[in-house]
């Protein structure tokens, strides 16, 4: 199979003051994350165990009906629970002990091999998200113009994706979002400059300005702006210096620790330059594990490229196929390729060009040649 490896294109933020107290915000049913399927491990019964991925700010120590070991990437736990585990004891670092009721959720009893994602918050910022959510468009104009930062997020955010109702509007989108950044909201300054990078909603295109703001909302502990800050030393792989490839790290990690998915990828591909392989696999599997179909295509690359130790065409093309399957056009066409060339698949014409003509429709080009090289 040909080979592709494409770029995918400070501190914590830690909410910890002695009186402050935490509350769970939700717990969620992740259908496409699949850890619990690949890693089985079961509890006292030998019945394989739910996965349960606790997001929260601080650093915590859990107890109860948990088996296997408890691993952490950022401010994400995943803990292995049996499916019918009742209770959690949270113990978040310098605040009060957490007892979880499991059985209050409606995704109870938790099935097996299944994922789910409980988010943790302090209560106080709980209780602002959930005032916002019941909050008329009416209502919410009068806080943003009050100077309400969350508002204003809130509102840019709305008029960015046509949410609440609104209308798609981009200078409204700014205009709001940037009052909500010049008060020091993280992912607020995060959206001012991306509005900079990419010359969107009237803001003329200028890159010192949006890596400015990208640098600010980095600095405030925002994953998001931790990687565009790597990209400004990873854009080209190929031309990387020493200097640009420890900078590029040294955003990466922390984008990372914050759980930014896309970090992860580009670590990948920068551990796979240094020849460090186990780790290019290892950061690729965090992502198409929790079902995101850019990291699981990037996994079946490492695993179906011939020139490594870790070759396996069956594997690679597992995970492949998820993401093709997922809609992403750099898997379709390296589908689309395999079953064109009987590359660990029974050559089958038409078959790669279906997958060959999903590619094209999501824009990846080498797929439109292919389809022009079969006359179709």
């Given at each position: 199979m040909k080979k592709i490896f494409p770029v995918i294109a400070s501190l914590v933020v830690c909410f910890v003051a002695s009186a402050r107290t935490f509350v769970v915000n939700n717990v969620e049913v992740n259908e496409t994350d699949l850890t619990g399927s690949?890693?089985?491990?079961?509890?006292?019964?030998?019945?394989?165990?739910a996965v349960l991925?606790?997001?929260?700010?601080?650093?915590?120590?859990?107890?109860?009906?948990?088996?296997?070991?408890?691993?952490?990437?950022?401010?994400e736990y995943t803990l292995?629970?049996?499916?019918?585990?009742?209770?959690?004891?949270?113990?978040?670092?310098?605040?009060?002990?957490?007892?979880?009721?499991?059985?209050?959720?409606?995704c109870y009893p938790y099935r097996s091999k299944m994922s789910y994602v409980m988010e943790i918050v302090p209560d106080d910022v709980k209780?602002?998200?959930?005032?916002?959510?019941?909050?008329?468009?009416?209502?919410?104009?009068?806080?943003?113009?009050?100077?309400d930062v969350l508002a204003c997020y809130s509102l840019g955010s709305a008029y960015c994706v046509g949410q609440r109702g609104l209308d798609v509007d981009y200078e409204n989108g700014f205009k709001w979002l940037m009052k909500a950044a010049a008060k020091g909201h993280a992912a607020s300054q995060c959206?001012?400059?991306?509005?900079?990078?990419?010359?969107?909603?009237?803001?003329g295109k200028n890159d010192a300005e949006a890596f400015k703001w990208f640098r600010r909302a980095a600095d405030g502990g925002n994953g998001n702006a931790q990687f565009m800050m790597a990209t400004k030393y990873c854009a080209d792989m190929n031309a990387m210096t020493a200097d640009d490839m420890k900078n590029a790290k040294y955003w990466l990690n922390k984008a990372v620790e914050n759980d930014y998915p896309l970090a992860y990828l580009q670590l990948s591909l920068i551990h796979f330059k240094e020849g460090n392989i186990d780790k290019a696999v290892k950061s690729a599997e965090k992502v198409a594990m929790q079902g995101h179909a850019y990291g699981q295509c990037l996994l079946g690359l490492w695993y179906c490229n011939g020139d490594l130790d870790i070759y396996d065409l069956e594997?690679?093309?597992?995970?492949?196929?998820?993401?093709?399957e997922g809609g992403f056009p750099t898997a379709q066409y390296f589908l689309g390729d395999a079953y064109e060339n009987g590359d660990g698949r029974p050559k089958d014409i038409k078959k790669a060009e279906f997958w060959y003509r999903r590619a094209a429709d999501?824009?990846?080009?080498?797929?439109?040649?292919?389809?022009?090289?079969?006359?179709?």
């Open positions: 690949i890693h089985q491990i079961a509890d006292k019964n030998g019945t394989p165990c991925r606790v997001h929260i700010p601080v650093p915590a120590k859990f107890k109860g009906e948990i088996y296997g070991d408890i691993e952490k990437s950022g401010n292995y629970i049996s499916t019918d585990a009742k209770n959690l004891q949270i113990y978040p670092e310098k605040s009060q002990t957490l007892n979880v009721d499991l059985q209050a959720y409606p209780s602002a998200e959930d005032n916002l959510d019941y909050l008329t468009n009416e209502e919410l104009m009068k806080k943003a113009e009050a100077g959206e001012v400059g991306k509005f900079y990078f990419q010359g969107a909603g009237g803001v594997k690679g093309l597992f995970w492949i196929e998820l993401s093709a999501g824009g990846d080009q080498q797929a439109s040649e292919a389809l022009k090289r079969l006359g179709k």
